[in-house]
T-cell receptor
Framework: DVKVTQSSRYLVKRTGEKVFLECVQDMDHENMFWYRQDPGLGLRLIYFSYDVKMKEKGDIPEGYSVSREKKERFSLILESASTNQTSMYLC?????????????FGEGSRLTVL | GEDVEQSLFLSVREGDSSVINCTYT??????LYWYKQEPGAGLQLLTYIFSNMDMKQDQRLTVLLNKKDKHLSLRIADTQTGDSAIYFC???????????FGTGTRLKVLA
């Protein structure tokens, strides 16, 4: 069964803390994505990566960075968490090249910043 | 800029049909998708349609595309309580990785 696994389902952090969200996929996908989901706003793209060590900013990259050292792993980093980063974070992956472009999602990481 | 709009809520009775609507702005969209998110889970692809199609049917699901009005709909026949979820419309242009997601429509099925 194909799988995208996010390391933490629920996290509570304090303002100013550094936060790591890890995502691993077992489908040998080239593309990986980090989205943020907020009620009434849908999914907003933070960053995506189309290859190892390659990354591109999405629509809301401010306050976030990413790391892709291995093909299967894509990490989202909040250098100094703030309360407005309280949200649900969703990781996704997809095949590169032609095709339907179907996204496979992890179950999400709900982050609360106090 | 590009935008995808959906109504936020829909409530139907079990056994009725549900119709979830979506409008989009990007005329270069090649692929249009419907994703389903069940409580506490990530999104899962339900179905998709190419922009050169008008309709696609897959068991209880029917997708209609009106390219002139940039309107996409998802019809679920014989809606069941297990269909209660958030449904997201999304678009993507060929050759890009970028998806534009709608806000999601929360479907509530009443027994």
């Amino acid at each position: 069964d194909v799988k995208v696994t996010q390391s933490s389902r629920y996290l509570v952090k304090r303002t100013g803390e550094k936060v790591f969200l890890e995502c691993v996929q077992d489908m040998d996908h080239e593309n990986m994505f980090w989205y943020r989901q907020d009620p009434g706003l849908g999914l907003r793209l933070i960053y995506f990566s189309y290859d190892v060590k390659m990354k591109e900013k999405g629509d809301i990259p401010e306050g976030y960075s990413v790391s892709r050292e291995k093909k299967e792993r894509f990490s989202l980093i909040l250098e100094s968490a703030s309360t407005n980063q309280t949200s649900m974070y969703l990781c996704a992956s997809s095949f590169g090249g032609q095709g339907t472009g179907e996204l496979f999602f992890g179950e999400g990481s709900r982050l609360t910043v106090l | 800029g590009e935008d995808v709009e959906q109504s936020l809520f829909l409530s139907v009775r079990e056994g009725d049909s549900s119709v979830i609507n979506c409008t989009y702005t990007d005329s270069s969209s090649t692929y249009l998708y419907w994703y389903k998110q069940e409580p506490g889970a990530g999104l899962q692809l339900l179905t998709y349609i190419f922009s050169n199609m008008d309709m696609k049917q897959d068991q209880r699901l029917t997708v209609l595309l009106n390219k002139k009005d940039k309107h996409l709909s998802l019809r679920i026949a014989d809606t069941q309580t297990g269909d209660s979820a958030i449904y997201f419309c999304a678009e993507r242009s060929s050759g890009t990785y970028k998806y534009i997601f709608g806000t999601g429509t929360r479907l509530k099925v009443l027994a």
